[in-house]
């Protein structure tokens, strides 16, 4: 149970920078000030919360003000009662996946079929905004606008070209008590089933390590995307859960 709460504390650190973080007991929410978008706006339950359904109208309140989807993500191991409340007060699972976990001496290099392939942190401008829009729009959001900066992600990104071709992308967040989240990975529609999401969450992870994690993480988005993290060497450590309120 330490090393859950261990990965918990972790996840509500992670996105504090540029987040308005706001505390709606027994939760925490992380707004992203510029964006809408409903995987960079969530909440987080407090370790072994089982909150009421006053609580969780006050959560919702807080997003509908803020006009944001109410969502939440969690280690279900952390806080086993929230699911059922959140049921109750009509909320839905949008996700129940594993939380997978790699240490460097687990860490694998995925195959792919895609040459010539190179494989990079982000350096400067063009590079940055080539992955954020590759991850925005695999994430269902609009490419930026022409006169709209990339908002920074601190160097924690790699991109994927083929040539001059922008093919797949990966994050990964500062790193915290050991621990970096590999997130973002994606793949430009027509480069998807090629090996190009392994080969980015392993660039990624390795960025992470040299920036000193001992422990990356990350959570897959469906069965094919765990055998893809597993090829890179992760392996399930817990339960994410993500619950919204489709009705706002």
């Known amino acids: 149970m330490a090393d859950i709460e261990r990965l918990q504390r972790f996840l509500r650190a992670a996105p504090v920078a540029g987040r308005d973080v706001v505390t709606v007991p027994p939760f925490t929410i992380y707004f992203d000030p510029h964006d809408s978008l409903r995987y960079l706006n969530y909440a987080i339950p407090d370790d072994g919360a089982d909150p009421t359904s006053a609580e969780i109208d006050a959560l919702r309140q ?6 944001r989807l109410p969502r939440l993500e969690w280690v279900e191991e952390a806080a086993p009662h929230v ?22 001496d687990e860490l694998r290099e995925p195959l792919t079929d ?6 990079r ?16 729009v695999a994430f269902g959001g609009a490419a930026l606008a022409d006169d709209e900066e990339p908002r920074g992600g601190g160097g924690r ?19 915290e008590d050991g621990f970096s989240e ?11 089933r090629r090996g190009l999401a392994g080969v980015v969450t392993a660039a990624a992870a390795r960025a992470a390590f040299a920036a000193g994690a001992s422990t990356c993480i990350l959570s897959p988005g469906d069965e094919g995307a765990m055998r893809v993290y597993a090829r ?5 450590v817990a ?8 009705s706002g």
């Open 121 to 136: 942190v982000v350096e400067g401008a063009s590079d940055e905004r080539d992955a954020t829009n590759l991850q925005r």
């Open 232 to 236: 890179a060497g992760f392996r399930r």
């Open 83 to 104: 699911a059922a409340a959140l049921g109750g007060a009509g909320f839905e699972e949008e996700l129940r996946t594993p939380l997978m976990a790699c240490g460097l």
């Open 157 to 175: 990104m790699v991109l994927a070209r083929s040539g001059s071709t922008a093919v797949a992308a990966a994050s990964w967040t500062a790193v």
């Open 114 to 119: 895609v040459d010539p392939l190179t494989v």
């Open 182 to 192: 590999v997130v973002g990975v994606a793949t430009a529609g027509p480069w998807r």
């Open 62 to 67: 807080a997003f509908r003000a803020r006009e």
């Open 239 to 246: 339960t994410m859960l993500h619950w919204s309120a489709p």
